[in-house]
């Protein structure tokens, strides 16, 4: 919806993206300007993307910016990713988060600069074991809902999910494969005071 008025939706006026490789550098834009409704002037949205890639090695650049004329704000991302594969079947995944907010109107703490990270260490070897490794934090001040989905700020938070695969069952069975899955959640703000954590256990079937 607009930022003011009845309207349920927002009219975009031009959007375009431009996307492109070259060598080891992959790279793209995304732009789009809304009309404007009764109440509100259209907002302006732009995404860039840059990554390197090499030899088991990548690291990228993410920004965005959504422009609010009728709020006065601006809101603003950028972020920082590596993947590293450490050998076959095994990588690090990381991204580093500054959000940078102007807006007069926010409420107290909530503009400025947030910040915040997260880490993923995969092992997917290709036998019958996968596990992987999450941690994410999100200070208080970061905000990238503006052009995104953050669930929440204010969070530190730790993953396992572990797979067990059963890559053929017996002669006869009505199944083909199937794995077991095991997944559990702790989070907490940042301050230490633990949030709702979930334990989650599923045994999954293929039909032949």
Do not use: C
């Amino acid at each position: 919806a607009p930022d003011a008025g009845p309207e349920p939706i927002s009219e975009v006026l031009a959007a375009g993206k431009y996307t492109g490789i070259s060598g080891d550098n992959e790279y793209g834009l995304f732009g789009a300007v809304e009309r404007n409704s009764l109440q509100a002037q259209g907002r302006d949205f732009l995404v860039g993307r840059y990554r390197h890639e090499h030899d088991g090695f990548s690291l990228g650049y993410l920004g965005t910016a959504a422009i609010h004329p009728t709020l006065d704000r601006d809101a603003y991302l950028h972020s920082v990713d590596m993947n590293l594969r450490l050998s076959a079947g095994t990588s690090l995944e990381t991204q580093v988060l500054m959000s940078d907010i102007h807006d007069p109107a926010a409420a107290a703490g909530t503009d400025g600069h947030g910040y915040g990270a997260w880490a993923k260490y995969d092992y997917q070897p290709g036998g019958r074991w996968q596990h992987t490794l999450h941690a994410t934090w999100f200070d208080p001040r970061l905000d990238f809902n503006d052009l995104g989905y953050q669930q929440r700020a204010n969070l530190l938070k730790y993953q396992s999910e572990s797979f067990l695969y059963i890559r053929h069952y017996r002669d006869g069975s009505i199944a083909d494969n199937g794995n077991w899955y095991l997944a559990l959640e702790a989070p907490y703000t940042t301050t230490g005071e633990k949030l709702v954590a979930t334990t989650e256990l599923g045994h999954f079937y293929q039909w032949l």
